[in-house]
């Protein structure tokens, strides 16, 4: 197919704006595939996704459509990008890809916090956009008062905007068209060596990864010897083919087009998104801009048991095959054994993550509390030596300095952009002040609804910032972030003692205005959550070793079979299966020196 009849392009929404369900339709429409009613949406495979309802790792498909402009067959293929705040960074790898994007808008609910991220995620990469209003079924649609939101936003013209229902299929014909007369197709050379473009990739239990590709120069075929540019090594390429969006092999794939390639990468380290592959000894300059993913929020995570390490490591590899955001390094804990330190790109990451870990494969695991990384200046000489500058970085709260060799701490900040009906305008503002968040901007986008913008600790957000702004907007308000860097903060490490014992994995740092506050709600929370033992058992928190809040856990002896123990000796399989129940309930339950804590506790205890 010449690349004149080809579009590459992305559909960028807020969560919920119908992107999945506007895919499902383009691949009906073009009749990739048939649409059961009411079968999940084709492209979020994940069990995961289909929980959360998100869209979490970029999945494509290629649509054959024939023009009714001009009758001839064009190949679209559509890059699928996942819509969370979280992940900005794999919106924007995704785009690589593309020449135009579809800026897709809910008609009710307008323009929120994502689309203007994703809006200049495209505006950026100098994409072609096509705005188009979604849901215009829906009885409180108000598409003129979208449009004149994406005028006054974005300086987008309203005569532009197309206005679809994904649902019912309406306008989505026309979409099609536009895709075609409005996007530009691929400039490539294909007599040029092969020069093609990593934008995701997935691991295969049986042939490895499976690397997607945005072939920019020349064309690849199976048997081809191709040559990372960032790892520099080298691979025979084994199946080429478009995804349809299953895998379909074509055998080649030339200058202009997207797919999938396999060639035995067998780990982690190789397959990097962003990379460039040529065919080896026939180098080309690499795409610009590759840079490893950057994580902003850390955890630790330990297996239940010990014995369980191995298998877990093996599932931890796999995974981060599928999901190269996440870093990983080793870590010991006293208390849980040895384990890993994990770097995610936010706690929507990180959840979705220990869920993947859970069901795909059924690794029992522990979580700590996580973490930013906050950045220390030290004066003690060993120190510099070791970390051969003054300046160390660190995101484990085992690892804060101590305060005699500290001369100062930072933490990271972001720009947070909020969108909030005005109703909500002063609930909002508060939550932003108990996050520490220092306003930067305010602007009316129509008459009922405001962006804020406001500088926020890192920290203060990435536990549960975003459900409580949903929360309190009735799901009205929306949230979305970028990285600003480091800033000097009072911050101190809050440490919990059971029974006179700091426990370092519930530790944790915060601001020093706010330590007593956190340190009561954890002591709180550890009541409630740790069940009652044999003995007593003292929960306390302390700053710099002065305890500033403490409650005590009383003793109780759980003999759950007891009342069943009458003169008649009760009924053997109800006692059988109680006693099975109980012991379920221990399997999740962690000994941390002689006290029982729920293996979940390390995760919870700083969520609201
Ligand atoms: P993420 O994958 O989380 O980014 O969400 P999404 O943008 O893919 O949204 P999705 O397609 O899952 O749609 C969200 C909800 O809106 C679903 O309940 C859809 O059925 C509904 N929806 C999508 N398009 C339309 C439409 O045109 N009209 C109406 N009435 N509902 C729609």
Redesign the pocket.
Known sequence: IPSENIRNFSII?H????????ADRLLEMTKTVCIEEGKA?VL?RLQVEKER???VKAQTASLFYKSKTDNQIYLLNLIDTP?HVDFSNEVSRSLSACQGVILLVDANQGVQAQTVANFYLAFCKDLVIVPVL??V??KNANPEKVEEQLEGLFDIDAKTVLR?????GTGVENLLESIVTRLPHPITNRQAPLKALIFDSWFDKYRGAVVLIYVQDGCVKEGDIITTAYSQTSYTVKNVGILRPTEFNTGTLVGGQVGFLTCNIRSAKEAHIGDTIYLKDEPVEPFPGFKPAQPMVFAGLFPLDQSLHLEMKNALERLTLNDSAVSITTESSPALGLGWRLGFLGLLHLDVFNQRLDQEYNAQAIMTAPSVTYKAKITSKQLITKYGSNEFYFSNPMDFPDATITEALYEPFILGTIITPDEYLGDVLSLCMEKRGVQKSSINIDNTRVMIQCYFPLNEIVIDFHDTLKSITSGFGSFSYEDHGYELSNLVKLDILLNGNVIEELGTIVHASKAVNLGRKMVLKLLDMIPRQMFQIAIQASVKGKIIARENLKPYRKDVTSKLCGKRGGDITRKMKLLKQQSDAKKKMKMVGNIEIPRDTFINVLKR
């Open positions: 929404a969560v919920d704006h119908g992107k999945s369900t506007l949406q979020d309802g998100i869209t819509g979604n849901k079924d829906l679809i229902s994904a649902k019912q």
